[in-house]
């Protein structure tokens, strides 16, 4: 692969305004498709094999008028009661015109007798609004269109708030801040590691490059397929933060060679065949991971994985095609037009901060190992306590409309109102009516005798008599355990107990059930994921660095360093700590997906400094047989990089903790987090502690696997002959002889 990535780099480079002009229409051509084709992304989340969506399934079928979504106008009078005539005059004139809207099948009555939807103290009142088609068909403009009907309620003085699923699933964040202070501090720190404005320039070019093709995929694919609302902040949040830690890679080992006397389109060559290699391990490691979420059997949460895999594709595919072409533009200025006291030092020298500070854990390393372990599980305590959930309306600051429409139900109605279950029962034709009449008002009684349970409707049966709908409405908010416990114990002992002896089939199902059951399946798969990805990572350090003991080392410390991320998360978003600093308002719990997006993304990433560090560490143990001074060469001289390429990734990861949207703080906090401790605990205190204490032990490899693993030289060079994999500890072995040849042939 080295000598074809060194031919594709000098190719990009003599062919430099081919390769522009390429990716320029490829960008072009993007982005003019998904602006004319480009699709609304939507959360239509579906969890094949569960009761909730049984229960979906059986409405869209038996119910077709409440298949769709659903939306809720809430009313409220600071002074005097909404039923007073002139009030209660506007409200209906503004439910008429809402009546009118596309796709609306059903308007309620506040103000109805038979059920009527007005508080006690008369203040507050609702109107659910019932569509036939799904958010996702609706779009933004249906909330649009919806805020404009109840304008002549608004002109009586009445406050008007919208709340339910249609405009919380429509309601997509615009993250553009976090995106421009993340690139704004990318810029910065550039500046400071390379000391050349051209060199900053290449990795933020070729990041955007990346993320405009990518994004604009994905708005196109969300034509044909639901892809999740989140997916594409998500997914620039990843590729702007790998997209330009590629780049600087590539950049980096370009102006090293460069400096070293080499033509610039060898040193390109040579850049990509080396440092390109590297990305291309460490970007196919993330993609690979990311795709792993696929394993969770959701479809929702393996788009989101499948549209963020895809940007991070692009940027390994732009950092080896066209950044080589902008390396050929940019020629010798790379290593030119200085910044006055920016220029960067030999970190490598004896003298370097970084050395020293090898040398010293080096030489103590079972106190710096024994101090930095200690730490890291004292952050991952709170994990013990994770509680995965969902985030709701209730989650959004005080001045949103979802956020003031859910507070206002909470006042007049309970905290249950905003999150009712729904009971679906599927009714045989060989059941006589008046027995199926007889059961469910028996299951709803004994709902109703639930001490967490406030009021259950009576059944209310379709046309045919084969399906009826019964909503339940509990006592705690939707995000409350308690919710989540009642779901469980009507699935388990009330409806069972309730329906027993009969042929009809109960099924507890609504948006809170839903999403109960997602955390349900997503805590159920956790484990396997984290195993498949743990294995997969094990097998391919193994196979890089021939050494099972540096794969499972790197495992062991990648897992601390992610638990301790997760328990900050836990901390700060679900017991409150330090909530005000990054701007919650309210505690909630762990949204399902995150932590094993987290783990997918981080486990990724952590595998590219890894390979950074250790196959420097590696190329000095095989040259000098010396595993103590080659920890410290490996550590020194490429601390100032990975050290650069961390303070990218979590700049930019901060930069969408700023997002009022909850779950873009919840991961960007979580990942800043997690290559902070990654990039500064793990590779500079518990890597090199660990790998002094183990010794030439690092190396070892048994003769057996030594002639089954295949030989992948990650660093782009090809060891001479002789130069071959140990199957002993080689720290009893001469670096020169008969058994070592400290020769390595160039490519190219």
Known sequence: MSRMLDRLGRFAARRRWWVLGTWVVIAALAGTLATTLGGQLTDNFSIPGTEGQTAVDLLRERFPTLAGTDARVVFHSGEGRLDEPERQQAIKAALASVATLHAVTSVEDPFAETRPQLSPDGTIAYSTIQYSEQPGELGKEAVEDLDAAVEPARAAGIEVELGG???????????GSSEIVGVVAAIVILLIAFGSAVAMGLPIVAALFSL???????????????VPTVSIQLSMMIGLGVGIDYALFIVTRHRQNLIAGMDV??????????????????????????LGLWLAGLPAIGMMATATALVVALTVVVAITLLPALLGFAGHNVTRFGIPGLQPKDEAG???????????????????????TVALLLLATPVLSMRLGQIDAGTKPHDDTQRRAYDLLAEGFGPGFNGPLMVVADVPATTPHDEAVAVLTRLTEAAKADPDVVAAVPPQFNETGDAAVMPVVQRPSPQDQATADLVHRMRDEIVPTAVAGSDVSVYVSGTTSVFIDLSDRIGQRLPIFIAAVVLMSFVLLTVVFRSPVIALKAGVLNVLAIGASYGVVVAIFQWGWAKGIVGLEETMPIVAFIPMMMFAILFGLSMDYEVFILSRVREEYLRTGDNEASVVTGIASTA?????????????FAGFALSDEPILKMMGIGLAVAVL???TVVRIVLVPASMALLGDANWWLPRWLDRILPHLNIEGEAPAAGDGASTEPRGDRPATGPDRDPERVPIG
């Open 165 to 175: 699923t249609l405009p919380m699933t429509n309601d997509q964040s615009e993250s």
């Open 677 to 679: 401790l990654d990039a």
């Open 265 to 290: 389109i060898d040193s390109i060559g040579l850049a990509n065949a080396t440092a390109g290699q590297a990305v291309i391990f460490a970007g196919g490691t993330v993609v690979i991971a990311i």
């Open 350 to 372: 004896e003298r370097s901060v970084w050395r020293r500070w090898a040398e010293a854990v080096s030489r103590h390393p079972w106190r710096y190992l024994l101090s930095s």
């Open 640 to 652: 100032r990089v990975v050290t650069s390429a961390a303070l990218i990734m979590i700049a930019v």
């Open 212 to 226: 405009g093709v990518g994004v604009s995929l994905i708005t196109i694919a969300a034509a044909l397929i639901d």
